[in-house]
């Protein structure tokens, strides 16, 4: 069982709406996390890479659906077609989550120390007193200062980096196999972000908790996750260690995307050269293009591009894989 | 114009905008004073970037305000091209828009859904005494064409737009005046990323062929890095560090600066850098530390840092800092 891997995405698809008008807004992912590893899932909006982490989650409502033929195995148990009462003891349990806006993801009504305390009363049968008082040893974890005294307060109470840390608290409270982490930083500072970031990371070495982070911040995730999947338009066009993908990324998506940035440093060593552009936009979710998706934008676009779909090629000895007829 | 190109477009000298919050009963009574922009001093030479980072808080969009007029400083002056901005002097609304203009962070909030593309650029023209009809016809579509839109499109509104495209109409209806300064908050931190470097590239372009001045606030160091030729830091409504791009970014003498540097995730960044993070989070305006506004965070902190709140130093070269230390 050890050999296994935590997680097991197979063949991943996620239909929006019905009937006539269903589309295939993820199709084709699969993807493994590793106990304790990190692992990235990086894209723009639109591009499926949080309704994946919500499927995986059992979260997904109406109008999204899992689609026939996915698989979703957590330690070697399939959880794609879990009732939603064994659901609702995985999550919090056996995967945490931490979503972007913590301000929206908090109870307002209730003190943050009452919502970490949930945690050890729902999944381990805690009474309130011991459960509190765990809280607070989660809120010192997560280093909140003074946190006998925090726990009392409620979220609005906090700042945004603090609410981020009690979200955190929550999420590895029931010290879980995997934290999700969708966009966990965007709504902060860059200063705040970095030490979420760091914090985030080492409790998760700590516990040997899995990591699955989402972003659009390649930079962001590359500092976080050991590999990493670059998606597009409901499919992943490339997934490789994150330094492979920085030093040599092989789909044109990616490579865009890194020459399209301002990299600190940059200008200083070059001078200023004109950013790269990827021309046009992400196509929506009905109108994805035949053949490649990323066609229409694509710079080394040929014929067998807009007719077939690319399959997938690996990379780095098998440890890699990229989806382009070209790469 | 050559006799303008060396005078400042834009000077703000020791600017103060205090705001009166929490009093009770609409009294005065347990007010506090809110320091959002604290003595403040910077300029901006014609087709100069100007770029404006700090975090949120720091008292960044409120001096953007105060220079397009919208806030009334509570103390200290601003001339923009000669317009006097100050506590006595109410500007003059139609020549400040012919001035300054701003293109703001959120495409999708900034235009009216009402209103076609052709009618939010003509309006402005119209409003400032260009009433024929071929020469405002000729105007949108020029500046449609400037900014990388169709002809077609002036008769769309803006839900049928993409993001970028939609920011692209707000560059086009902050140009359409023919401004000389132009406020550029955070302007690509909503799009999508693929398409930042078209808005970039295209704000480049624009400054040279129009030879435009910006003030370019961004929390993006890599896009402030790239556009910029002067930059400002700024934290809890004091500059902390101003000097030419290169000297910041090659050189940053503020522990602040350093800290936001070391903030940026890319995995090449020297890890040198890495251990000069700020620790905890921007103290509230409301009530700011002592002394330098920074100390509670700062990895350089001494006693003297919490009794005395630094000037800003001259380090050499236009370049200047506000730390003890630095």
Same mark, same amino acid.
């Not at chain 1, 003074?146 to 945004?160: A, F, I, K, N, T």
């Not at chain 2, 970039?200 to 030879?211: A, G, R, V």
């Not at chain 2, 790239?226 to 809890?236: F, G, I, N």
């Given at each position: 069982?050890?050999?296994?891997?935590?997680? +097991?995405?197979?063949?991943?698809?996620?239909?929006?709406?019905?009937?006539?008008?269903?589309?295939?807004?993820?199709?084709?992912?699969?993807?493994?996390?590793?106990?304790?590893?990190?692992?990235?899932?990086?894209? /723009?909006?639109?591009?499926?890479?949080?309704?994946?982490?919500?499927?995986?989650?059992?979260?997904?409502?109406?109008?999204?659906?899992?689609?026939?033929?996915?698989?979703?195995?957590?330690?070697?148990?399939?959880?794609?077609?879990?009732?939603?009462?064994?659901?609702?003891?995985?999550?919090?349990?056996?995967?945490?989550?931490?979503?972007? /806006?913590?301000?929206?993801?908090?109870?307002?009504?209730?003190?943050?120390?009452?919502?970490?305390? /949930?945690?050890?009363?729902?999944?381990?049968?805690?009474?309130?007193?011991?459960?509190?008082?765990?809280?607070?040893?989660?809120?010192?974890?997560?280093?909140?200062?003074?946190?006998?005294?925090?726990?009392?307060?409620?979220?609005?109470?906090?700042?945004?980096?603090?609410?981020?840390?009690?979200?955190?608290?929550?999420?590895?409270?029931?010290?879980?196999?995997?934290?999700?982490?969708?966009?966990? %930083?965007?709504?902060?500072?860059?200063?705040?972000?970095?030490?979420?970031?760091?914090?985030?990371?080492?409790?998760?070495? /700590?516990?040997? %908790?899995?990591?699955?982070?989402?972003?659009?911040?390649?930079?962001?995730?590359?500092?976080?996750?050991?590999?990493?999947?670059?998606?597009?338009?409901?499919?992943?066009?490339?997934?490789?260690?994150?330094?492979?993908?920085?030093?040599?990324?092989?789909?044109?998506? %990616?490579?865009?995307?890194? +020459?399209?940035?301002?990299?600190?440093?940059?200008?200083?060593?070059?001078?200023?050269?004109?950013?790269?552009?990827?021309?046009?936009?992400?196509?929506?979710?009905?109108?994805?293009?035949?053949?490649?998706?990323?066609?229409?934008?694509?710079?080394?676009?040929?014929?067998?591009? %807009?007719?077939?779909?690319?399959?997938?090629?690996?990379?780095?000895?098998?440890?890699?894989?990229?989806?382009?007829?070209?790469? | 114009?050559?006799?303008?190109?060396?005078?400042?477009?834009?000077?703000?000298?020791?600017?103060?905008?205090?705001?009166?919050?929490? $009093?009770?009963?609409?009294?005065? !009574?347990?007010? #506090?004073?809110?320091?959002?922009?604290?003595?403040?001093?910077?300029?901006?030479?014609?087709?100069?970037?100007?770029?404006?980072?700090?975090?949120?808080?720091? $008292?960044?969009?409120?001096?953007?305000?105060?220079? =397009?007029?919208?806030?009334?400083?509570?103390?200290?002056? !601003?001339?923009?091209?000669? @317009?006097?901005?100050?506590?006595?002097? #109410?500007?003059?609304?139609?020549?400040?828009?012919?001035?300054?203009?701003?293109?703001?962070?959120?495409?999708?909030?900034?235009?009216?859904?009402?209103?076609?593309?052709?009618?939010?650029?003509?309006?402005?023209?119209?409003?400032?005494?260009?009433?024929?009809?071929?020469?405002?016809?000729?105007?949108?579509?020029? =500046?449609?064409?400037?900014?990388?839109?169709?002809?077609?499109?002036?008769?769309?509104?803006?839900?049928?737009?993409?993001?970028?495209?939609?920011?692209?109409?707000?560059?086009?209806?902050?140009?359409?005046?023919?401004?000389?300064?132009?406020?550029?908050?955070?302007?690509?931190?909503?799009?999508?990323?693929?398409?930042?470097?078209?808005?970039?590239?295209?704000?480049?372009?624009?400054?040279?062929?129009?030879?435009?001045?910006?003030?370019?606030?961004?929390?993006?160091?890599?896009?402030?890095?790239?556009?910029?030729?002067?930059?400002?830091?700024?934290?809890?409504?004091?500059?902390?560090?101003? $000097? @030419?791009?290169?000297?910041?970014?090659?050189?940053?003498r503020h522990p602040y600066t350093r800290a936001?540097?070391?903030?940026?995730?890319?995995?090449?960044?020297?890890?040198?850098?890495?251990?000069q993070?700020a620790?905890?989070?921007?103290?509230?305006?409301?009530?700011?530390?002592?002394?330098?506004?920074f100390?509670?965070r700062c990895p350089m902190? @001494?006693?003297?840092?919490?009794?005395?709140?630094?000037?800003?130093?001259?380090?050499?070269? $236009?370049?200047?800092?506000?730390c003890?230390f630095a």
């Amino acid at each position: 069982m050890t050999d296994s891997p935590l997680l +097991a995405v197979d063949n991943l698809r996620i239909d929006i709406g019905g009937g006539k008008e269903r589309h295939a807004a993820v199709e084709d992912v699969s993807f493994s996390i590793a106990r304790g590893e990190t692992f990235g899932l990086v894209g /723009e909006s639109g591009c499926g890479k949080s309704i994946t982490a919500l499927s995986i989650m059992g979260l997904l409502r109406h109008p999204l659906s899992l689609g026939s033929g996915s698989s979703i195995v957590l330690d070697g148990q399939p959880i794609h077609n879990a009732s939603a009462a064994e659901m609702r003891s995985l999550r919090g349990r056996r995967i945490g989550m931490i979503f972007q /806006e913590p301000m929206t993801a908090l109870n307002p009504l209730s003190p943050v120390g009452r919502q970490i305390a /949930e945690m050890f009363v729902l999944h381990m049968g805690m009474g309130w007193k011991e459960a509190t008082e765990r809280a607070v040893d989660s809120l010192r974890q997560v280093r909140v200062p003074s946190p006998e005294r925090r726990v009392h307060d409620y979220p609005h109470q906090l700042s945004g980096g603090m609410r981020q840390r009690v979200m955190i608290a929550i999420a590895l409270a029931c010290s879980p196999d995997m934290l999700i982490a969708d966009e966990p %930083t965007t709504a902060l500072d860059v200063t705040v972000q970095a030490e979420i970031v760091d914090l985030m990371r080492d409790l998760c070495a /700590e516990k040997g %908790t899995a990591i699955l982070m989402i972003s659009h911040d390649l930079g962001l995730v590359a500092q976080v996750c050991r590999r990493v999947a670059v998606m597009y338009a409901g499919r992943i066009v490339e997934q490789r260690a994150s330094a492979e993908v920085f030093k040599d990324p092989r789909h044109p998506y %990616t490579r865009g995307l890194l +020459a399209s940035l301002p990299r600190l440093g940059a200008r200083s060593q070059h001078g200023r050269q004109r950013l790269n552009e990827i021309s046009g936009v992400v196509p929506a979710v009905s109108a994805f293009p035949r053949g490649c998706r990323f066609n229409p934008r694509c710079g080394a676009r040929t014929d067998i591009c %807009t007719i077939e779909d690319p399959q997938t090629t690996p990379l780095d000895g098998g440890q890699g894989l990229v989806r382009c007829h070209h790469a | 114009m050559p006799e303008v190109m060396d005078k400042t477009l834009l000077s703000v000298e020791d600017l103060k905008v205090h705001y009166e919050v929490g $009093g009770r009963f609409g009294t005065r !009574i347990g007010a #506090k004073t809110l320091r959002a922009v604290d003595g403040v001093t910077l300029d901006v030479k014609p087709g100069e970037c100007l770029g404006l980072v700090g975090e949120s808080g720091c $008292g960044k969009s409120t001096l953007a305000l105060a220079i =397009m007029g919208l806030v009334t400083p509570t103390s200290g002056r !601003i001339n923009v091209a000669g @317009q006097e901005i100050g506590k006595s002097h #109410k500007p003059d609304r139609e020549a400040m828009a012919r001035t300054v203009q701003m293109v703001f962070q959120d495409p999708y909030a900034s235009l009216n859904p009402r209103q076609t593309v052709h009618r939010t650029l003509a309006d402005p023209l119209r409003l400032h005494g260009v009433d024929n009809k071929t020469e405002v016809e000729h105007r949108v579509a020029e =500046m449609l064409a400037k900014v990388g839109l169709r002809p077609e499109h002036a008769g769309r509104y803006p839900h049928e737009f993409s993001g970028g495209q939609r920011q692209r109409i707000g560059i086009a209806r902050a140009l359409i005046l023919g401004p000389r300064l132009v406020i550029c908050d955070e302007p690509v931190s909503a799009l999508d990323v693929s398409i930042r470097a078209q808005i970039i590239n295209l704000l480049l372009d624009l400054k040279d062929q129009l030879n435009l001045a910006y003030i370019m606030i961004s929390h993006d160091l890599g896009v402030v890095e790239h556009m910029s030729d002067r930059v400002a830091v700024m934290y809890l409504g004091r500059l902390v560090e101003t $000097g @030419q791009w290169k000297e910041i970014f090659e050189n940053p003498r503020h522990p602040y600066t350093r800290a936001l540097i070391a903030s940026i995730p890319d995995p090449f960044l020297p890890a040198t850098l890495a251990s000069q993070k700020a620790r905890g989070e921007i103290a509230s305006a409301l009530n700011p530390p002592p002394g330098c506004h920074f100390h509670p965070r700062c990895p350089m902190k @001494q006693d003297r840092c919490v009794g005395e709140a630094p000037a800003l130093r001259t380090m050499g070269s $236009g370049h200047d800092a506000a730390c003890h230390f630095a």
